[in-house]
């Protein structure tokens, strides 16, 4: 459910980037496709986590709130806000019912807030549209503002059951080592990879979309991007990459996080004073949280563009109301 921030902006780095990849680029299905299911799926059984939004009474909507929240964000920066959220906000109508700077408010520290923006007009979508529940098809969420496909496919697996290929961060790393015997996958979702989900990818519904977060959850807890933990793994006897005497990564560089200095960090320190005031703050005010001005003008042009923030009259700002 989680993947890296790999920009000094907040902007949207989800899981739904896709490249073209020529035939020859696509891996066949494995042999042993069939044999990945059972143990990964009944280590699941065993060790998955008791997150809330995976217990029956989160719902669909405590799903995608989870799903958006996770984005770039580790499950224990998320579990509070999104216990505040769910708590404050219990049905997509309830946030529809609110300004959307209110979301942004109650966001907090969790970054890329323009996924607050796109959960919320989200929830306006689905009281508008749907009668305020989460539609359970595929193309109705895909067609819901701020959802791409990786967030549609979640949704439908996780919170209906139904057979998608759900491809995270940690999904596509494990599928990298297991199916195609290298150490990391491309650094953006490839057309060969979605083949790959796809061929692996049980055929009745109930098992699939228990794979799927099976999948997902053992690349979060074992098979981890720096410090693999073969021994724990349940497929480590057909994994590719261990098999090969795990080949050390030869593709482009991985992007890594980049944050102190950017000017997500100081997009992140406006955001802040804003969130904390209960009114209108002045420019003299938000002046004060960075140095270099031309920076921190630009942060604050940029949290205006993309709607973070309303400007007033005077030289006042303040999160959005409308």
């Not at 209110?102 to 009281?127: D, Q, S």
């Not at 083949?195 to 807890?221: H, I, N, Q, V």
């Not at 005497?245 to 996080?257: A, D, I, L, V």
């Not at 140095?291 to 923030?309: F, T, Y």
């Amino acid at each position: 459910m989680t993947a890296s921030p790999v920009s000094s902006t907040d902007a949207d780095v989800s899981p739904d980037v896709t490249t073209d990849a020529s035939p020859d680029a696509a891996p066949d299905a494995p042999d042993v496709s069939h044999a990945l299911h059972s143990p990964v799926i009944a280590w699941f059984d065993e060790h998955a986590r008791d997150l809330p939004w995976r217990r029956p009474e989160a719902g669909p909507w405590g799903v995608m709130v989870s799903e958006f929240m996770l984005q770039q964000t580790p499950v224990s920066r998320v579990l509070p806000v999104y216990e505040q959220w769910i708590a404050r906000w219990p049905r997509p109508a309830d946030l529809a019912a609110e300004a959307p700077g209110e979301a942004v408010r109650a966001w907090g520290r969790l970054g890329y807030p323009r996924r607050a923006l796109r959960l919320h007009g989200a929830a306006v979508a689905i009281t508008e549209r749907h009668g305020g529940d989460v539609p359970r098809d595929h193309a109705q969420l895909l067609a819901l503002p701020g959802i791409g496909e990786y967030t549609a496919a979640a949704v439908a697996s996780f919170a209906y059951g139904q057979r998608h290929a759900v491809l995270d961060t940690n999904v596509r790393r494990v599928f990298a080592r297991t199916a195609t015997g290298v150490e990391y996958p491309p650094n953006a979702t490839t057309a060969a990879e979605r083949r790959l989900a796809r061929a692996l990818l049980p055929k009745d519904e109930e098992t699939a979309a228990r794979w799927a977060a099976a999948s997902m959850e053992l690349g979060a807890l074992v098979c981890t991007a720096k410090s693999p933990d073969c021994a724990r793994c349940p497929v480590a006897g057909l994994c590719a990459w261990r098999l090969a005497g795990k080949p050390p990564h030869e593709g482009p560089p991985r992007r890594g996080q980049t944050y102190a200095g950017t000017d997500r960090q100081v997009r992140g320190r406006l955001l802040a004073v804003l969130r904390e005031a209960a009114g209108a703050v002045p420019q003299a005010v938000l002046d004060t949280v960075w140095e270099e001005p031309v920076q921190r003008a630009r942060a604050l042009d940029g949290l205006v563009s993309d709607g973070l923030v309303e400007p007033l009259a005077g030289g006042f700002y303040r999160l959005p109301l409308t």
